[in-house]
């Protein structure tokens, strides 16, 4: 979490929209359910820039932060 205000502060906007493929939503919504998918764009959003990768806190994905 830290290093995620560091690099907003560093000018990266966490701020926007995430693209997700059509695809995903029509076929693994049905298999793993809405609260994986859900967990899923959550997960999405917070690779923003050139982040590969997202490590945020249980609190932060239960929005307790």
């Given at each position: 979490?830290?290093?995620?205000?560091?690099?907003?502060?560093?000018?990266?906007s966490?701020t926007?929209?995430?693209?997700?493929?059509?695809?995903?939503?029509?076929?693994?919504?049905?298999?793993?359910?809405?609260?994986?998918?859900?967990?899923?764009?959550?997960?999405?959003?917070?690779?923003?820039?050139?982040?590969?990768?997202?490590?945020?806190?249980?609190?932060?994905?239960?929005g307790?932060?």
């Amino acid at each position: 979490m830290e290093r995620e205000r560091e690099e907003n502060k560093k000018g990266f906007s966490n701020t926007g929209f995430t693209l997700i493929h059509k695809g995903f939503i029509d076929n693994w919504t049905k298999i793993i359910g809405t609260g994986p998918t859900m967990l899923y764009f959550q997960l999405l959003s917070y690779c923003y820039g050139h982040k590969k990768h997202a490590w945020p806190s249980v609190g932060t994905l239960d929005g307790s932060y």
